[in-house]
């Protein structure tokens, strides 16, 4: 993992350097004892006999120090942790009664976390630096450290920061506003968070508590008058609609919006969309040019049928598909000129199986096979390279909510399958309305471009019969901002599946409930043990006021517009819709409301 780095890095130098080299803390002695006064007051106000305490990159142990030294009376049990050996060793050697241990949040395992359940935890330093990682890395290391860690403290978490007060970035530190960190943090502390920025003009340190707390540093909005409390429970926030989608404000677009307004391109691949294009090349890690943007996902797949395929014909007039996808898929293939045919999915994957398919008796009169990964989830493109040199049948990938898998090198793009995505406004990465398809061959991603452009590129010659596919330049803003505050974005995605996650352990659902916390996912699932269990979960969260949805419906071949379609034997399709049921999702949705959906789920 990228964050590993940091580890090398620091271990390194201490081995090199010793515990107080300039490298490790540019502070004078007196400043990072302030530092470490500054991080107790997370313990402001507790009156326990006892605190439990954990130190999370303790390093060689001078919050132990501290704490002998200047709250000797009071009982708190320290625990150290870090993952550089070097530092433990120097700690061990000081404290030898001290209680260190070798971790890495980020990488144990859950169970391993779940141990370390505390009432509260210090995080140190962690978050001040950066070099080797850039900003992103760091806003990603930072969801998943305190997602983590808000899962085993009891009362609150406490850390440090740098500011962004000053004009100037540096490339060796990581710096966030408080407005930054109060809107990544509030799903799931709410008002429950303070800040103090008084003890250093570099550094300002951030209290996220469970509950209210009122003491020196603390402020939060007074209890309601007794007596004024609804005598229904509130409606859980956000769970009244399935997807609440969150896109960037107007004041994120007005600088692109106003350079339209100046170069009176609105369209054809603008400024703006080349912007994009380029962006999305290097969050992809893809060389330049292998993106095209699109009106809409479903305009990217038609585009790439076309492209690799051509359009339909007598001898091939089928496209095979899933039947437990969006009609968007079908669509796609039917604006190609092609027939959809309707095959059945893996029950392990939800997608089609290379290996069934190239045995199935349709795929003599497919022209082109539409693969979908289902709810963004990875497919193997490796796998559908061979199915297509062996069958000769042209593939195309539908990874319409796959977007974060894509990044995350978990779906690989190719150079002989173009891969669609979707930026429709229910997708993590959204811009209101817009797609685009990715490739490894430039060529074929040029050719993809004539498609959506009519069949012209360059000149007005219609070479193929293409579609007008083509995202305005007023999307692509929407594309840029959305790149821009991709790392938050996604960090509050994976901070909603983790909380799924855990609620749904803590309610001995973790079976039933799929939660990506590895890719930012739109989507979270859970799967009943039957239809008529799926029904009676439904009736539950109706009746608790929680929105619920069939992504897929019963599957494409199950709806009026395309019941006279041809399809195969589709027996899983048929089994395992009824049993899937999407689950309220929205980056905003605080821990109370996920815990409310699993707890109805939960009860009998």
Known sequence: MAHSKLAERDESLLGTHGERASW??????????????????????????RIDLLD???????????????????????????????????????????????????????????????????????????SPLSDDDMWSLFAQVIARLWGVVRKGIAFNVKSKRFAFESAQCFRASFDELAEALDPIAGGNLAFRADYSPDEYTCFAFKQARRGRI?????????????AAPPEPAGTNIVCRPLLPKADDLVADLKSVDKRRWYSNWGELNRALETGLCEH??????????ASNGTDAITAALIAVAGRATAARPYCLMPSYTFVATAVAALNAGYTPYFVDMNPDTLALDPASLISHPALKQAGAVL?????????????????????????????????????????????????????????VFG?????????????????????????????????????????????????????????????????????????????????????????????????????????????????????????????????PGYADFPAGVLPVTEELSDRLVGLPVSIDLPDSAINRVIDVLASE
């Open 24 to 49: 490790a803390d540019p502070a004078s002695p007196t400043e990072r004892e302030v530092r470490l006064e500054v991080m107790l007051d997370l313990l402001e106000g507790d009156a326990s006999p």
């Open 56 to 130: 999370v990159g303790c390093g060689s142990g001078d919050m132990l120090r501290f704490i002998r030294r200047t709250r000797p009376q009071q009982d708190i049990r320290y625990h150290g942790i870090d993952v550089s050996a070097v530092a433990l060793d120097l700690a061990r050697a000081k404290f030898p009664d001290g209680t260190f241990s070798q971790m890495d949040v980020v990488r144990e395992s859950d169970q391993s976390i779940d141990e370390l359940a505390t009432d509260y935890a210090i995080v140190n330093g962690l978050f001040t630096t950066k």
């Open 218 to 230: 603390v402020f939060t909005t007074s209890p309601p008058e007794p007596g004024l409390a609804s």
């Open 284 to 293: 992809f890690q893809l060389p330049e040019r292998r993106c095209v943007t």
């Open 371 to 427: 693969v979908v990964a289902p709810y963004g989830k990875p497919v193997d493109a490796q796998s559908w390279e061979r199915f297509q040199k062996e069958t000769g049948v042209p593939v195309v990938i539908d990874a319409a909510a796959g977007f974060d898998a894509i990044a995350s090198r978990r779906l690989r793009v190719t150079a002989e399958i173009p891969v669609a995505v979707s930026f429709h406004a229910t997708k």
């Open 431 to 559: 811009t209101g309305e817009g797609g685009a398809i990715l490739c490894e061959d430039e060529q074929l991603v040029e050719r993809c471009r004539r498609v959506l452009n009519f069949g012209m590129l360059g000149d007005r010659r219609s070479i193929i019969a293409g579609i007008n596919g083509k995202m305005s330049e007023y999307h692509a803003a929407v594309g840029l901002a959305e790149l821009r505050n991709w790392p938050k974005k996604r960090a509050s995605f994976l901070r909603v599946a983790d909380a799924y996650w855990r609620a749904a352990r803590n309610n001995r659902l973790k079976d039933k409930i799929f939660a990506e916390r590895e890719w930012a996912s739109s989507y979270v699932l859970y799967l009943a043990a039957t239809a008529e269990a799926a029904s009676a979960a439904i009736e539950k969260l109706s009746a608790s006021g929680i929105d619920h949805r069939y992504w897929y419906g019963r599957g494409v071949h199950k709806e």
